[in-house]
């Protein structure tokens, strides 16, 4: 959102969200997206953003079609050269099926430890895009902001590895150009797989989400990837 509220990044996962093209949601009022208590709730949250405070906060957002998505909001202020409010900047996550696990399973100690964990990954989530935000205000390196992103993923989330890939669609392929931590004396930064080829290279080429517990066992992997 820019200082007046207005959308001013929308990525493909909104549009997956939301059924809206980025092309309609640019430029428009949080009112396409929120209406009623949760249009009241942003608006109260983003005066926050004006004090220098982040928070995250669960809303309902309106799609498309009408439908009505639970979200959880993570949002940060942004702030210009001049330490002036410039607006907020915030990771907008899906929690549907959290909270049908909440109304079906409630007394499930299974669910209420996954449910625990999903709250520390949000804090988590929270400090990471702090740390981003301020990165992306503080240099206008790609190749800084690309590292010290996958190190603050790795760091918050704890993760054993991090990899970020970009496509050179020219020469069709991945190109790793930020990783961290245990293979980083293996794969060095410029190394380059065919889109198509192992798992980046499927993702790349499908742009899908790919999700598998355990690497070694997934048929799609070549190397790492």
Same mark, same amino acid.
């Given at each position: 959102?820019?200082?007046?509220?207005?959308?001013?990044?929308f990525n493909k996962r909104m549009?997956?969200? @939301?059924?809206?093209?980025?092309?309609?949601?640019?430029?428009?009022?949080?009112? +396409?997206?929120?209406?009623?208590?949760?249009?009241? %709730? /942003?608006?109260?949250?983003?005066?926050?953003?004006?004090?220098?405070? $982040?928070?995250?906060?669960?809303?309902?957002? #309106? @799609?498309?079609?009408?439908?009505?998505? $639970?979200?959880? #909001?993570?949002?940060?202020?942004?702030?210009?050269?001049?330490?002036?409010?410039?607006?907020?900047?915030?990771?907008?996550?899906?929690?549907?099926?959290?909270?049908?696990?909440?109304?079906? +399973?409630?007394?499930?100690?299974?669910?209420?430890?996954? +449910? &625990?964990?999903?709250?520390?990954?949000?804090?988590?989530?929270?400090?990471?895009?702090?740390e981003i935000a301020r990165l992306?205000?503080?240099?206008?390196? $790609?190749?800084?902001?690309?590292?010290?992103?996958?190190?603050?993923?790795? %760091?918050?989330?704890?993760?054993?590895? /991090?990899?970020?890939?970009?496509?050179?669609?020219?020469?069709?392929?991945?190109?790793?150009?930020?990783?961290?931590?245990?293979?980083?004396? /293996?794969?060095?930064?410029?190394?380059r797989q065919a889109v198509g080829?192992?798992?980046?290279?499927?993702?790349?080429?499908?742009?899908?989400? &790919?999700?598998?517990?355990?690497?070694?066992?997934?048929?799609?992997?070549?190397?790492?990837?």
């Amino acid at each position: 959102m820019d200082r007046d509220s207005r959308i001013i990044f929308f990525n493909k996962r909104m549009e997956e969200i @939301t059924g809206y093209s980025q092309e309609e949601a640019l430029h428009r009022p949080m009112s +396409l997206l929120y209406d009623g208590e949760s249009l009241a %709730r /942003v608006h109260a949250e983003l005066e926050k953003r004006r004090l220098g405070e $982040p928070s995250v906060y669960e809303a309902e957002m #309106i @799609t498309r079609g009408g439908a009505r998505v $639970p979200v959880t #909001i993570s949002g940060v202020p942004l702030r210009d050269e001049a330490g002036n409010y410039a607006g907020s900047f915030g990771v907008i996550t899906d929690i549907s099926q959290r909270v049908e696990a909440e109304r079906g +399973l409630r007394h499930s100690s299974d669910v209420i430890a996954r +449910l &625990l964990e999903i709250e520390r990954k949000r804090a988590a989530q929270l400090t990471m895009v702090g740390e981003i935000a301020r990165l992306v205000l503080s240099t206008l390196d $790609p190749d800084r902001i690309m590292q010290l992103s996958v190190e603050s993923i790795q %760091r918050n989330f704890a993760y054993y590895d /991090v990899f970020l890939f970009t496509v050179d669609e020219a020469a069709g392929e991945v190109v790793l150009k930020a990783h961290a931590w245990a293979y980083r004396e /293996v794969f060095s930064e410029g190394y380059r797989q065919a889109v198509g080829a192992g798992i980046v290279g499927w993702v790349a080429q499908t742009g899908e989400v &790919l999700l598998s517990n355990d690497g070694s066992k997934e048929p799609r992997r070549i190397l790492a990837f």
